[in-house]
């Protein structure tokens, strides 16, 4: 730690660092405690009723099932991507770099719609799959595809630029010593590797567990099959069942704390083990 | 997000290739890229035809036709109306919570990062259900917001807070790590010259963070333009009124009005394409500047 209050060189730390507190308690920190002090009002015996009624364990099972499955198959096609980007080179290599982050800036809504155009009975794609006896579209498979599509740039974009900066001397040194090339990967390539691919895997986790609007579409919604949690949370708010709205909210929040802890922890982890 | 703009654009494949220890036979480096260019079509590419091509399946007259009709414009307007607001209270706060984190040290730094990341990884049906319980008819405020005749909930103010709440990290994340590279050296050197704080942050911050400022701007008005989730919880749906662009897309949908859903969905994706265009643009022009000041030291 460097400076004490009165070492300060640079100006306008009070009134920055004020300015950032007064907005995050007014557009988060309050906002959020309402969730909180509203769930208070139910007694314990309404909580716990309303968090394990079936139809909402059903929708947890669809949401985290769907979520974990989705960060796993961008974690290995994550590594692959990155892994090729930095790599090799090859035609279009630009574009696809550039693409990789559509996820991010597409809206929610617009990939839902696309993504179900081309799952559906008589998509692009879902035409084909239909008759296999694999139905995609309005199934807890439509659901994955859609997680699957918004999780995949948290993995490249956090994998990339550990990949890159890893030394190639440890390699040579691997292969100097008799390694062949995929216990090199194995052992000196992969374990540099981790903290990023785990950090990636939970940030994809993260974001699947609470997506809403690419979901929606896909999934068909049926209850106890394919109907997600923060769908749940609207269909309470609609009957005007707002505490039973906050109580599932609560469930989804504490998920959401639990997993930024672990991302932060994985985050220093990352940046400790680049800077070896 | 993705962090600092600075570094992952240029890759010197080049020099992996053409080492003996970091290469891997020919046909794992081939399957490799199949692999990875199959996913890509399929997740990626796909989608984004399946788009521009269900807009136009039905010609031109009938995709502007959708995309001219009155509840269409209001829906634009509406959108943009709601992203002007929010974007500019998102970029001051971000250059304010970029100053503080980025330039000084100071106890509890790690958990205000933390806090700022929140919005994250809150579902946005949430974060829409928190600005109901606060000011919805049954909420907090609401009894006194119906006294004073002031709507939040299913009105403009209700989706720029949930726009607002949503799209608060983008800025600051984009910044932050950009300031935290940089130093304060400069800013220290301007001091000792007599500057003043905003003579410093015009002249010597502003300039050599303009580029990773104007790309967490970008990113944060194609969220808040796409955003869905939390501003469906609060708009109340209301047609021509408080539907935004992405709430129109899915009424339109829903009444299997597919060829005006894709209409309306198309302009998104072209925001969200110019993000990527700006995006890439913004890496090149860091690269460019991180070159030219390694050339100059």
């Known amino acids: 730690m460097r400076p004490g209050k009165r070492h300060r060189v640079l100006p306008g730390f ?30 314990w015996e309404q909580f716990w009723s ?27 096609f994550g590594l692959i991507f990155a892994w090729v980007l930095v790599r090799y080179s090859f035609p279009g290599k630009r574009v696809v770099d550039a693409l990789v982050d559509l996820p991010f800036a597409l ?27 694999v139905k995609v579209a309005f199934t807890p498979l439509g659901i994955l595809i859609a997680l699957t599509f918004i999780g995949l740039p948290f993995v490249v974009r956090t994998v990339q630029p550990v990949l890159e900066d890893l030394d190639t001397e440890l390699e040579e040194a691997a292969v100097s010593l008799g390694a062949d090339r995929w216990q090199t990967f194995r052992h000196i390539v992969l374990p540099a590797l981790l903290p990023a691919l785990l950090t990636g895997f939970a940030l994809a986790f993260a974001r699947a567990v609470g997506e809403y609007g690419s979901v929606i579409f896909i999934a068909g919604n049926v209850p106890m099959v394919s109907e997600i949690t923060p769908l749940l949370i609207i269909s309470k708010l609609e009957q005007f069942d707002y505490a039973g709205a906050t109580a599932i909210a609560v469930v989804m929040l504490v998920v959401s704390f639990v997993l930024l802890f672990l991302i932060n922890g994985l985050q220093i982890w990352t940046n400790r083990s680049r800077e070896r | 997000m993705s962090g600092a703009v600075v570094s992952h654009w240029v890759v010197h494949s080049h020099r992996f290739e053409t080492n003996a220890a970091t290469r891997e036979p020919a046909w794992v480096k081939r399957l490799l890229i199949a692999i990875a260019l199959a996913f890509f079509a399929l997740f990626l590419l796909l989608p984004l035809a399946t788009v521009f091509a269900e807009a136009l399946r039905r010609g031109w007259v009938v995709y502007f036709a959708a995309l001219t009709e009155p509840d269409a414009r209001s829906a ?6 709601v992203a002007a607001i929010a974007v500019p209270l998102n970029l ?25 990341d929140l919005p994250f990884s809150v579902s946005p049906v949430v974060a829409g259900l928190m600005y109901v319980l606060l000011f919805g008819s049954q909420g907090w405020f609401g009894a006194w917001l119906l006294q004073n005749d002031f709507k939040i909930i299913f009105a403009m103010p209700g989706l720029v807070l949930a726009t607002v709440f949503v799209t608060v990290p983008f800025i600051a994340r984009e910044l932050i790590p950009l300031m935290e590279a940089q130093g304060r050296e400069d800013e220290e050197a301007a001091v000792v010259l007599g500057a003043s704080g ?10 050599n963070i303009k ?26 749906h209301i047609r021509g009124r408080t539907n935004t662009m992405p709430l129109y897309v899915e009424i339109l949908y829903n009444e299997y009005n597919f060829a005006a859903a894709f209409a309306v969905a198309s302009l998104l994706a072209l925001l969200a394409l110019l993000t990527l265009v700006v995006k890439s643009v913004v890496e090149w022009r860091g690269q460019q500047q991180l070159s030219a000041d390694q050339e100059a030291t």
Not at chain 1, 15 to 27: N, Q, R, S, V
Not at chain 1, 55 to 64: D, G, K, L, P
Not at chain 1, 113 to 133: D, K, R, S, V
Not at chain 2, 76 to 81: A, D, E, P, Q
């Open chain 2, 211 to 236: 580029w990773g400022l104007l790309y967490g701007v970008i990113l944060c008005n194609a969220r808040a333009m796409g955003e869905f989730g939390a501003v469906s919880v609060v708009s109340g």
């Open chain 2, 76 to 81: 634009i307007k509406l959108t943009l109306l």
């Open chain 1, 107 to 133: 809206p929610t809504a617009v990939a839902g719609i696309a993504l179900t155009a081309i799952y559906a009975g008589n998509g692009w794609l879902g035409q084909w799959l239909e008759p296999l006896g």
């Open chain 1, 50 to 76: 309303t968090v394990s009624a079936p139809r909402v364990v059903a929708s947890y099972r669809v949401t985290f099932g769907t979520a974990l499955l989705a960060a796993a198959i961008n974690g290995v």
């Open chain 2, 92 to 116: 001051v706060f971000g250059v304010a919570a970029a100053w503080a984190v980025a330039k000084f040290n100071f106890r509890g730094k790690q958990l205000l990062t933390t806090l700022i």
């Open chain 2, 198 to 207: 905003w003579q410093i942050f015009w002249h010597v911050t502003l300039p």
């Open chain 1, 14 to 43: 009070p009134l920055a660092l004020g300015y950032t507190l007064f907005y995050l308690a007014l557009i988060v920190l309050i906002p959020l405690s309402a969730v909180f002090l509203k769930s208070a009002t139910l007694n």
